[in-house]
């Protein structure tokens, strides 16, 4: 079973594709679908929808992680515009008929770490480990990326797409 | 001249379309597009993203007017659900070619109303005279929808596609 995990950001979108086999956990891909800051704001979010769709079509994964909301943020308007690129992420899932499954941040680092206010470090470190990687996934959307993508396979046994919210 | 005035939300987005005219503005075509609150949110910005495009596709506007971004919001989870439709309308509108302009809540009470801090009582009581309505516009997304195609005519002179934020 393949999973795509997606950490949405207008400027800068992680995606890591992790797949569940026999033997345990594989990395597949990771990498970033960027946008440029000058573009106004449709265009940006017509590149990442397209980038995205591109990820979704060549991986072809079973589920997309998507990190969920929090209940409180700290800076309104980073969050603001962090969910516009998720309403085109949650967009380009629904054209593509991929369900979407949603893991709060704390449920991710616990998944992961095993601690659920693990710092980005440890959860860069843990995946780092986990995919005997050379160095720590960077930037760290793409370590919060396949850190969605493992919590989604981990979840695999139990009812793995929920209702995205 | 025609413009699209939109208010979106990710339960009840209002549009309106009003025409610029040698004798005045006219009112062409008003009303919401809803989501069941019970679908997955993929799904819900899916019916919203193929609502709205049929709107641009059968008014074919030459601009769409959308409500500008707060520096602040009172309740930090609506505004974020808010803008992930914002960002599915943007899609619809960056898929189908037509420009955005984005007008914040200010400008647009100051442009119909006179006063910046209006009341949502006061644009719709000022729309349903601009237009000899029988009746107030309803929902509020209506008249704060159909409010923001009369700015973005008023704006005609001006530069009127700024890139939206």
Do not use: W
């Not at 515009?81 to 499954?101: F, I, N, S």
């Amino acid at each position: 079973m393949r999973v795509l995990g997606i950490d949405p950001g207008l400027g800068t979108t992680g995606y890591g594709v992790v797949e569940l086999t026999e033997s345990g956990l594989r990395l597949c891909e990771a990498g970033t679908v960027r946008t440029r800051p000058r573009d106004p704001l449709p265009e940006r979010l017509r590149a990442l929808y397209e980038g995205i769709s591109e990820v979704i079509r060549e991986c072809r994964p079973a589920v997309i992680a998507l990190e969920g909301l929090y209940s409180e943020y700290r800076f309104p308007r980073t969050a603001i515009l962090m969910a516009h690129a998720r309403g085109a992420v949650c967009l380009a899932a629904a054209h593509l008929d991929v369900p979407v499954a949603s893991y709060p941040p704390a449920q991710v680092k616990n998944a992961v770490v095993g601690v659920g206010n693990a710092s980005k470090a440890q959860v860069q470190g843990t995946v780092q480990r986990m995919f005997a990687l050379a160095d720590p996934p960077s930037p760290n959307d793409v370590a919060d990326a396949l850190a969605l993508a493992v919590t989604g396979c981990y979840r695999q046994g139990n009812p793995l797409v929920v209702n995205a919210r």
